[in-house]
């Protein structure tokens, strides 16, 4: 039988939850008119995306993101908030509070396979806890883990079974924080269903409520990816994403560097150190993006000659595609901890406690923020 809608009753795709149709093949949800009635029937994009590794940008209006969540506030259930820990600011839920209402809500810290082995985790759920009360949230428990690598899965269902008290379950996020890969093991550890949501590394694979049985007559039910512009990860060609979101545990780079010392990240991104003692500056970004070292009164000649080509990621024909580069003027005070995050990019860690003034240029829109060092 075609899984349906709970509501219309109205066939949905089994793997991103938006109703099938088969009018229209340049709408979500578009499948041949003879797929309509087959069991599990998916949407034409999520094939492509299982077989092909191939996605089809659809268009899904962000104010149907919000009415989903605003109608949590009016149910009962354990709200699941998973967020990415490579890109934490840029993955939490602004104003989720507002929108779960008095429902619990559990943080589920995901990806944590991506920092370095020799990780203190204890001092990271300690920020953890730091930075979400900064951002506002008020989560019943935090949990790390890894849904890839299955590290802390255990604690996350035990932490579900003790908060949601017989409830359903909601599961919100942004995109590309994992979402569907964490709901995946759960259907296949504690369900009867033998199908999956589609797992993808592009935005907005889940288009519409996806409700999973459970035993006791309740329901997960798998929410969108929110979607937000100030992600770089959001915003580049398909090709520049695969190399921004790492898949290995990342290698931090050092660099000790003099002021008026400039580091590119491709063409995606330029770190300049311009005024500061001598000191080291430590990059967690993914193995795949080339980083370039310069002198900061050569970086715009180099930039202008090696764009696309020695400066790359995005290569020559993607350029176009990434927006002109916005210049952050950052103050790291003396005596600090801190780290400088690109949404989407990563962070670079200043080591040393002598303070620096330093400038970023991202493209326009990508949040820089200055925060706590991590790790």
């Known amino acids: 039988m075609t899984a349906s809608d709970a509501t219309t009753g109205a066939p949905v795709c089994s793997g991103c939850g938006v109703r099938l149709q088969s009018e229209s093949p340049d709408k979500p949800g578009y499948v041949p008119e003879q797929a309509l009635g087959r069991e599990d029937a998916i949407c034409r994009r999520c094939f492509r995306i299982r077989h092909y590794n191939d996605v089809t940008h659809v268009a899904v209006d962000q104010d149907d993101f919000l009415r989903m969540l605003s109608g949590i506030a009016g149910t009962d259930s354990l709200v699941v908030h ?57 989560p019943a428990e935090i949990v790390l883990c890894s849904a890839a690598k299955r590290t802390g899965f255990d604690r996350v269902i035990e932490a579900i079974q003790a908060l949601r008290g017989g409830r359903d379950i909601y599961v919100v996020g942004a995109t590309n924080v994992g979402k569907s890969t964490l709901i995946n093991r759960l259907i296949r550890d504690y369900s009867d269903l033998d199908r999956e949501l589609t797992v993808s590394r592009y935005p907005g694979t889940t288009l519409d409520q996806i409700r999973i049985p459970l035993d006791d007559s309740r329901y997960i039910i798998d929410t969108p990816g929110i979607v937000y512009p100030y992600r770089l990860t959001e915003t580049v060609p398909k090709g520049v994403l695969q190399r921004l979101l790492p898949e290995k545990p990342l290698k931090p780079l050092v660099y000790q560097l003099n002021e008026r010392q400039t580091l590119f990240f491709g063409a995606l991104a330029r770190f300049d150190f311009v005024r500061g003692e001598p000191q080291s500056f430590t990059l967690y970004v993914s193995p795949s993006l080339y980083v370039h070292r310069t002198k900061l009164e050569r970086a715009d000649e180099v930039y202008a000659e090696h764009k696309g080509e020695l400066l790359a990621p995005p290569n020559a024909d993607e350029l176009d595609a990434i927006a002109p580069w916005t210049r952050h003027s950052l103050r790291i005070p003396p005596g600090s901890r801190t780290d400088i995050s690109i949404s989407g990019l990563g962070w670079i860690r200043a080591n040393s406690s002598a303070g620096a003034f330093v400038e970023v240029y991202a493209p326009k829109g990508v949040h820089v923020i200055l925060r706590e060092a991590m790790i």
């Open 82 to 138: 998973i967020v990415d820990l490579f890109d934490f600011e840029g993955s939490v839920i602004s104003g989720l509070q507002r929108f779960v209402g008095n429902n619990p809500v559990l943080l589920v810290v995901n990806k944590i396979d991506l920092l370095p082995k020799s990780t203190n985790w204890n001092r990271v759920r300690n920020w953890v806890q730091r930075q979400a009360k900064l951002l506002g949230l008020k």
